[in-house]
């Protein structure tokens, strides 16, 4: 388990073993043992619908030092709940300070290890070995994901006992380290859901959904796993921009270690007293973000009920849980803009049937303008566009009869590539653009539409923006930043204050990087509540296209099929609409499910779905 091979099963050492039988509580879900037929070999890397559980053996008496190093790496990457094989490779006060909880660090390969005899007495009673290995990502004590560049080398201390003659760990880093494959085995991502903190708590209306993903270990009751982590709160990162509707201190009762759904898919949750006096409001907010954050993890669960002290709280079925809270995935659109050939705004039906294009009700289908890129507010009555040379910014009703008026924003930058980017609609209503003018970049916020533009704060930022996409949930924000020939993308979280005189003022923090491994992003969408889909290369590549999460990992989905030339991308945060694309190539076309590009129209560009 300890020597990643990518691409292919890996090799499982003599002392390590995969059990599979129903004897042991190592696989569940079988019947019986059978008591006929072949023997049959088990891989050694368990598929990720398996449910075989894979344990690591303990230390074999009289083992090497660099037995015992490569045993306790193994026992990293396997299914024991509390590690307490891998402790048994460490002295009694080494396991005692070690916490494989603080952090995961996951390297390209497996951990290498090079021995280092320089500190060892000459009766060779200690010796020290270094893993190395290069750096992936690192997962925080939250389960929070990011990306990592770099070497990583750790010193692992062996001491022998000279009564018993063993060797063992006296000295390690703290946390677990893998490879990246065994991490991929081992671990899944889950969304966590809460607030935005801009909703009132309890309220009549939906509050803002937003996904906070976190990776849970795949094998090991993921389940309760993520119910404690939920009840913990969010991210450090999301943390200033959500709230929970669970009191302070809510908590599982005392007691419970496992929980499962009943036969009718529905999961009853019993918290400690801290929940014991929440309102009927709060309590319905508390159950969807329950069943929210399940339900990204299984479909097997259906309803919660909450209880507390022996009494039931509330319940929620999931189909009511759009009645309470309004997630990114909830949308869905109507139609599909884009600009024709005659430079009209137009649209067809959302999904694969729409076929025939009609221009939009008003200015901007009436094609007075020329036009580069277009948005389309989430309720399809507004619509924003900017002209051919990206100078001028426009915002009309999509109502018969409606005139174009000024511009909202007019760009002095000198040349069409140093104006204004293609505009986003935020969750509020608002509507968000850059001006790449390299004598007064900024990232710019119009409330409504209409309002005198905001500048906005961008903490951090290395680069100038050439691309905005802010997420459904209000709360992130999506951008491609230009440094040098380099064209990355990052997240940032959207915050959102009044100063002394009470007005507004926007900011962007703590961004992130979600493509580390691409070198050029030449365009990018979101593409459901906490992912991406982008085109872009690699260093010396060519044009790939791919899914991205916000924490810059890799979902367990396939990539799009190839798409030559891609100019503009777009995606819906409902699952069942297809991607759709421009490509200098082929036009506007689209992918539904299970299929290849489809055309949808040979003379047209910038194609949209509202947002």
Same mark, same amino acid.
């Given at each position: 388990?300890?020597a990643?091979?990518?691409?292919?099963?890996?090799?499982?050492?003599?002392?390590?073993?995969?059990y599979? %039988?129903?004897?042991?509580?190592?696989?569940?879900?079988?019947?019986?043992?059978?008591?006929?037929?072949?023997?049959?070999?088990?891989?050694?890397?368990?598929?990720?619908?398996?449910?075989?559980?894979?344990?690591?053996?303990?230390?074999?008496d009289?083992?090497?030092?660099?037995?015992?190093?490569?045993?306790?790496?193994?026992?990293?990457?396997?299914?024991?709940?509390?590690?307490?094989?891998?402790?048994l490779?460490?002295?009694?006060?080494?396991?005692?300070? +070690?916490?494989?909880?603080?952090?995961?660090?996951?390297?390209?390969?497996?951990?290498?290890?090079?021995?280092?005899?320089?500190?060892?007495?000459?009766?060779?009673?200690?010796?020290?070995?270094?893993?190395?290995?290069?750096r992936?990502?690192?997962?925080?004590?939250?389960?929070?994901?990011?990306?990592?560049?770099?070497?990583?080398?750790?010193?692992?201390?062996?001491?022998?006992?000279? @009564?018993?003659?063993?060797?063992?760990?006296?000295?390690?880093?703290?946390?677990?380290?893998?490879? @990246?494959?065994?991490?991929?085995?081992?671990?899944?991502?889950?969304?966590?859901?809460?607030?935005?903190?801009?909703?009132?708590?309890?309220?009549? %209306?939906?509050?803002?959904?937003?996904?906070?993903?976190?990776?849970?270990?795949?094998?090991?009751?993921?389940?309760?796993?993520v119910?404690?982590?939920?009840?913990?709160?969010?991210?450090?990162?999301?943390?200033?921009?959500?709230?929970?509707?669970?009191?302070?201190?809510?908590?599982?009762?005392?007691?419970?270690?496992?929980?499962?759904?009943?036969?009718?898919?529905?999961?009853?949750?019993?918290?400690?007293?801290?929940? /014991?006096?929440?309102?009927?409001?709060?309590?319905?907010?508390?159950?969807?973000?329950?069943?929210?954050?399940?339900?990204?993890?299984?479909p097997?669960?259906?309803?919660?009920?909450?209880?507390?002290?022996?009494?039931?709280?509330?319940?929620?079925?999931?189909?009511?849980?759009?009645?309470?809270?309004?997630?990114?995935?909830?949308?869905?659109?109507?139609?599909?803009?884009?600009?024709?050939?005659?430079?009209?705004?137009?649209?067809?039906?959302?999904?694969?049937?729409? %076929?025939?294009?009609? /221009?939009?009700?008003?200015?901007?289908?009436?094609?007075?303008?020329?036009l580069?890129?277009?948005?389309?507010?989430?309720?399809?009555?507004?619509?924003?566009?900017? %002209?051919?040379d990206?100078?001028?910014?426009?915002?009309?009703?999509?109502?018969?009869?409606?005139?174009?008026?000024?511009?909202?924003?007019?760009?002095?930058?000198?040349?069409?590539?140093?104006?204004?980017?293609?505009?986003?609609?935020?969750a509020?209503?608002?509507? +968000?653009?850059?001006?790449?003018?390299?004598?007064?970049?900024?990232?710019?916020?119009?409330?409504?539409?209409?309002?005198?533009?905001?500048?906005?704060?961008?903490?951090?930022?290395?680069g100038?923006?050439?691309?905005?996409?802010?997420?459904?949930?209000?709360?992130?924000?999506?951008?491609?930043?230009a440094?040098?020939?380099?064209?990355?993308l990052?997240?940032?979280?959207?915050?959102?204050?009044?100063?002394?005189?009470?007005?507004?003022?926007?900011?962007?923090?703590?961004?992130?990087?979600?493509?580390?491994?691409?070198?050029?992003?030449? /365009?990018?969408?979101?593409?459901?509540?906490?992912?991406l889909?982008?085109a872009?290369?690699?260093?010396?590549?060519?044009?790939?296209?791919?899914?991205?999460?916000?924490?810059?990992?890799?979902?367990?989905?396939?990539?799009?099929?190839?798409?030559?030339?891609?100019?503009?991308?777009?995606?819906?945060?409902?699952?069942?609409?297809?991607?759709?694309?421009?490509?200098?190539?082929?036009?506007?076309?689209?992918?539904?499910?299970?299929?290849? +590009?489809?055309?949808?129209?040979?003379?047209?560009?910038?194609?949209?779905?509202?947002g």
């Amino acid at each position: 388990m300890g020597a990643d091979r990518e691409g292919g099963a890996r090799r499982m050492p003599a002392r390590a073993v995969a059990y599979a %039988t129903c004897g042991a509580v190592l696989l569940t879900g079988c019947a019986s043992m059978p008591d006929s037929g072949d023997l049959r070999g088990v891989d050694s890397t368990p598929r990720q619908d398996t449910q075989v559980r894979v344990f690591a053996v303990p230390p074999q008496d009289n083992a090497q030092a660099s037995d015992i190093v490569s045993g306790f790496l193994e026992a990293l990457t396997s299914d024991d709940p509390d590690y307490s094989t891998a402790r048994l490779y460490l002295t009694g006060k080494a396991s005692q300070m +070690w916490r494989p909880g603080l952090s995961t660090t996951v390297l390209a390969d497996g951990p290498g290890t090079d021995s280092d005899r320089s500190d060892a007495r000459e009766d060779r009673d200690e010796v020290s070995f270094t893993l190395t290995g290069t750096r992936v990502a690192t997962v925080d004590a939250q389960q929070s994901y990011r990306p990592a560049k770099g070497s990583y080398r750790a010193l692992v201390h062996l001491t022998r006992n000279r @009564k018993t003659n063993q060797w063992r760990i006296d000295r390690l880093p703290q946390g677990l380290v893998m490879g @990246k494959s065994d991490f991929q085995r081992n671990y899944v991502s889950v969304n966590k859901y809460y607030f935005a903190s801009n909703t009132a708590t309890g309220s009549e %209306t939906r509050a803002a959904a937003v996904a906070d993903p976190v990776y849970v270990r795949r094998r090991v009751d993921p389940m309760t796993q993520v119910v404690r982590s939920l009840l913990n709160g969010p991210t450090t990162w999301l943390d200033p921009v959500v709230r929970t509707s669970f009191p302070t201190g809510a908590a599982l009762e005392k007691g419970v270690a496992s929980l499962a759904p009943d036969d009718r898919s529905k999961l009853t949750v019993p918290l400690n007293g801290k929940a /014991a006096r929440v309102g009927t409001g709060m309590c319905r907010e508390m159950a969807a973000q329950l069943l929210l954050t399940l339900q990204s993890l299984t479909p097997a669960v259906e309803q919660v009920e909450l209880r507390s002290g022996g009494s039931r709280l509330c319940s929620l079925g999931e189909e009511r849980v759009d009645d309470v809270a309004a997630p990114a995935s909830a949308q869905h659109p109507s139609y599909l803009y884009f600009v024709d050939g005659k430079n009209r705004l137009v649209r067809i039906a959302a999904g694969i049937s729409g %076929t025939n294009a009609s /221009a939009v009700p008003g200015a901007l289908g009436e094609g007075g303008k020329a036009l580069r890129s277009v948005a389309v507010a989430r309720d399809e009555r507004t619509a924003a566009a900017v %002209t051919a040379d990206g100078q001028a910014l426009y915002v009309a009703s999509l109502v018969s009869g409606g005139s174009l008026g000024d511009p909202v924003l007019v760009s002095h930058g000198k040349t069409e590539d140093d104006r204004l980017t293609a505009p986003s609609w935020d969750a509020h209503g608002d509507l +968000w653009v850059a001006d790449r003018d390299p004598g007064d970049p900024r990232l710019l916020l119009l409330e409504q539409g209409r309002d005198e533009p905001l500048v906005v704060t961008t903490s951090g930022l290395d680069g100038r923006i050439e691309d905005v996409r802010v997420a459904a949930d209000g709360v992130r924000i999506a951008l491609v930043v230009a440094k040098g020939t380099k064209k990355s993308l990052l997240i940032g979280r959207i915050e959102r204050h009044a100063d002394t005189d009470q007005r507004a003022v926007f900011s962007v923090v703590g961004l992130r990087s979600a493509t580390p491994e691409l070198e050029d992003v030449t /365009a990018m969408s979101w593409a459901g509540d906490t992912r991406l889909v982008v085109a872009g290369r690699e260093q010396g590549g060519v044009q790939t296209m791919r899914y991205v999460q916000v924490d810059g990992s890799t979902p367990e989905m396939a990539a799009p099929a190839a798409l030559t030339g891609v100019k503009e991308i777009t995606a819906a945060e409902d699952d069942g609409l297809p991607l759709v694309a421009y490509s200098e190539d082929d036009g506007i076309v689209r992918l539904p499910s299970g299929a290849q +590009w489809q055309k949808v129209v040979t003379d047209g560009r910038a194609p949209v779905y509202p947002g």
